[in-house]
């Protein structure tokens, strides 16, 4: 059995590519028309490509957060305190050099063993995160994705001298602005770029 390939002229509405068609010549001498799966393979593609935006939306947080440039979300804390534990703990002399610079090991072991162990598993729109945060509690109370999407926002949480203003502060709150100007989906993009 053989086969010629060639393009159809109609082309894919998802991708714009044309599909294969296959001319096969069976053994009996007779021909047939076998058409490639390529419709099949887009829509795959276009499923993957929808699953991949919800991904990418989710690690966006509520307060404008992007996990990806999180230092819990990427371990950038968790491993190097790891790898400063482990040392700490198999050099007994650093134990005495804490104490004669006034600090107590017993509080920076204890410290590196929370930092060691702590990282996010997932986005806070899973439920990872800061569990007392008050911008999710806000957002999730009020139905809403993102913080700017309140008629309120920016409310007292953004306040500069509020009480969690290290937290939520000037960059992210630009930052939540930002998308509120372009879109959340277009400001996903930029960080991709």
């Known amino acids: 059995m053989t086969a010629e390939t060639f393009l159809t002229g109609s082309l894919c509405l998802n991708c714009s590519d044309p599909p294969i068609v296959f001319l096969v010549y069976l053994p009996d001498g007779t021909k047939t028309l076998a058409r490639s799966s390529h419709q099949s393979r887009c829509v795959v593609r276009a499923v993957e490509s929808v ?15 992007y996990c990806r440039n999180c230092h819990w979300y990427s371990d950038a804390l968790r491993k190097p305190a790891g790898q400063l534990l482990g040392l700490v703990k198999a050099n007994f002399e650093v134990a005495g ?67 969690h203003s290290n937290v939520f ?25």
Do not use: H
């Open 51 to 65: 699953k991949v935006r919800e991904a990418r939306r989710n690690e966006v947080a509520y307060c404008g957060c």
């Open 97 to 163: 050099w804490i104490k004669e610079k006034g600090g107590s090991s017993t509080e920076t072991i204890k410290g590196l063993e929370i930092l060691s162990k702590s990282a996010c598993a997932f986005n806070c729109n899973g439920g990872s995160g800061w569990t007392g945060c008050p911008v999710r509690k806000c957002c999730t109370e009020k139905g809403i994705d993102f913080c700017f999407e309140c008629a309120d926002f920016p409310c007292d949480n953004w306040d500069e001298k509020g009480k």
């Open 169 to 193: 502060n000037k960059a992210k709150k630009e930052r939540l602005q930002e998308m509120k100007s372009i879109g959340v989906e277009e400001w996903i993009k930029k960080q991709w770029e």
